[in-house]
Structure formats: C-alpha cells, structure tokens
C-alpha cells in the first residue's frame, strides 16, 4: 500500500511540474508574439502616413489646395500618426507587464471577446497571412476609389418605327407598313469625358445589336429574282410578312450638354442626370443574319414559314445617327447609308426613329 501511495505522489507531482513549466512556456510565447506586434505597429503608422502625404501631394497638383495648406495637412498627419504609435504601443506594454507580474496567469475578459494571441486557427496562411483573409474578406473585392473618374459605361436599350427611303420615292409612298415596321437595339457603351476640367462634350462609343423589321403592304412578300430582290404578291391571304435584317454595329457618338459638379476630398465627379443632352455620330458593322417570316391559313390551317437567306441584303452596314433628351430617356434617329439590297435597280436605305433608353 505504502509503495502505492508513493508512485501516485510521484506521478502528481510530475505532472504539476509539467503543467507548471507548460504555463511558462506558453506566457513566454505570448510576450515574444507582443514584442513581434510592437514593431509592426511602427511600420504600420508609417506606412499610412506616407499614403496620406502623398494623396495631399496629388491635392497639390490638381490644383484643389495650395501649398501652404498641404504643409498644415502634412504635419497633423504627422502628429496624428505619432500619437497613435504611442498609445497603440503603451497598450502592448501594459498587456506585457502584465502576463510578466502574474507569470501568465491572468483572469481573462468573459463578455465574450478574446485575445487574438489567444485562439488557436487552423487553416492555411499566404504571404503570412492567413488564407480565407486574401480570398474571402470583403475589403479584398473592394475597388479602389479614383478620384476622376472620366469614363463611364451604359445598357443602350432602343425602340421604335422602321421603315426604307426608296430612290425617287416620298415615305408616304413607301410600300411598308408604316406602323407594323418595327426596329429593336441593344447593346453597351461607354462614355469618356473629352476634355480635362469640362464635361461639356463627351465621346460616346460601344457596341449594339440592331434588328430592323420592315413588313409589306397589299399581301406582298420578299422574293429573290436574277440577283434581284422584289416584291410579289402571295398566292393566298396574309396574316403576316416581315423581313427582318440583324446588324451588329460600333457606334461612336460626340455628345454634348451640361452637367453637375460635385467636388469632395477624395473625388470629383460630373453628373448628367436628369441634364440636357445631344448626341450625333455613325455606325459601321456587319449583317450577321437575316430572314423572312410568312404567316397564313392553308387548307383550314394555320402555317408559319421562316426562310433565313440573304436575300442580296448588305453585308456592310454604315450610317449616321443622333439622339436628344433629358436624362437616360431620349428621342433616337438612325439612317442607313448603304442600301438595304445590293445591285438594286432602285437604292432602298433603311431608315429609324424611336426612344433610347441608357440603362
């Protein structure tokens, strides 16, 4: 029994003696992470006060401040990136001094924050610093904020009337529906400012989808006939015929109007909303697809019929377009310079008129 009681002594007082040295180590580790910390904390202030002189520096050169303001900037920056250095190291001091009086043993916070140094983490670390910091902190998927911004991109959204000006023909006598000939756009466009200190005129250029529907009066469809196409009367009544032509085209526009502006520390920016606008410029691009739909009753039924051929339309397209209004709302015109059919006997230009939309 005796031997007994003397190897359970043994084996307590090793294990305490353990847990003792354990408890040293681990305080030890804490002030050498803290000590780390201090000089991390100099180099961080630094940093940030060489970032905001040289943001005050590019104030200079805009011209927003002058140089006997920048020096008074500089110098609370300066004076503020001290003061933080003193207090933030004064915070590792105490916490230092205080694991070293209680030898580690230190009654910890129970509102349910803890101490960094503290946690245990497993995970990845990139560069030294911990995975799921780089790839999913939100301050990682934030732009940075520029202090001109000259360019901006929009949805171009457009609607409206179709219709061809024919060689030697007034509109009034065209033979498509005036009302049933429909155009649809869509496409992206950016918009830079042209000059450095106005907005008054901008650049306007992108890409859009354009889908001109032209539909023929008096039961009359589309028929290619020796290089020619032309139009001929159907066999039986109509319910519907249309010619549609898509073009992709690049637009380029000068834009013109005034704007608002609207200057603070870290921007300026020159707003058109809801200001005054003009617009005129041209397009060139390609016809990348066009067809014919034919609706009609046969035998007490129902027949579509589509035909995707060329039917000798363009294959380059280019003309001149403008657009005005207030705003994204505006009032758009569109007209082809290149005939719709190639070696017509009778040039036939399609021309646009409805509302655009910048989304």
């Not at 305080?27 to 006060?49: D, G, R, W």
């Not at 401040?65 to 250095?85: D, H, V």
């Not at 990682?140 to 360019?151: A, G, M, P, S, V």
């Amino acid at each position: 029994m005796k031997n007994v009681t003397t190897i359970l002594v043994s084996l307590l007082l090793f294990f305490l003696t353990q847990n003792v040295v354990a408890q040293s180590s681990d305080y030890q580790k804490k002030i050498e992470t803290l000590k780390k910390q201090k000089e991390k904390i100099t180099q961080q202030e630094k940093k940030a006060l060489k970032l905001e002189v040289e943001e005050i520096n590019k104030r200079v050169e805009r011209g927003s401040i002058s140089s006997s303001e920048a020096e008074t900037l500089k110098a609370e920056a300066a004076k503020k990136r001290a003061l933080n250095i003193d207090n933030r190291l004064a915070i590792i001091d105490n916490r230092i001094a205080l694991l070293e009086r209680n030898d580690g043993d230190v009654l910890s916070d129970t509102s349910g924050d803890s101490n960094v140094e503290d946690q245990i983490r497993i995970g990845i670390d990139v560069n030294g610093k911990p995975f799921e910091e780089i790839f999913f902190s939100t301050k990682n998927w934030k732009r940075e904020l520029k202090y001109d911004r000259r360019t901006y991109s929009d949805f171009v959204m457009a609607i409206g009337l179709n219709n061809a000006l024919i060689d030697g023909q007034s509109l009034d006598d065209s033979p498509y529906k005036i009302g049933g000939s429909r155009f649809f756009e869509l496409g992206v466009q950016w918009r830079t400012r042209v000059f450095k200190n106005s907005n008054f005129m901008r650049l306007n250029y992108g890409f859009s989808f354009q889908f001109n529907g032209l539909k023929p009066n008096d039961n009359q469809f589309f028929v290619e006939n020796g290089g020619q196409t032309e139009l001929q009367e159907f066999d039986l009544q109509l319910r519907k015929s249309k010619l549609r032509m898509d073009n992709l085209v690049f637009p380029v526009h000068f834009e013109f109007g005034p704007s608002k502006f609207k200057e603070t520390e870290k921007t300026i920016r020159y707003s058109i909303y809801k200001q005054f606008r003009f617009g005129i410029g041209a397009y060139g691009g390609f016809n990348i697809g066009t067809r014919q739909k034919l609706k009609y009753d046969f035998n007490g039924e129902r027949v579509k019929d589509k035909f995707k051929r060329d039917y000798n339309t363009s294959d380059l397209i280019y003309g001149l377009s403008a657009y005005t209004g207030v705003g994204g709302t505006l009032l758009y015109i569109k007209y082809d310079l290149n005939p719709i059919f190639k070696d017509a006997a009778i040039k036939q230009r399609n021309i646009s008129l409805g509302l655009r939309f910048d989304l």
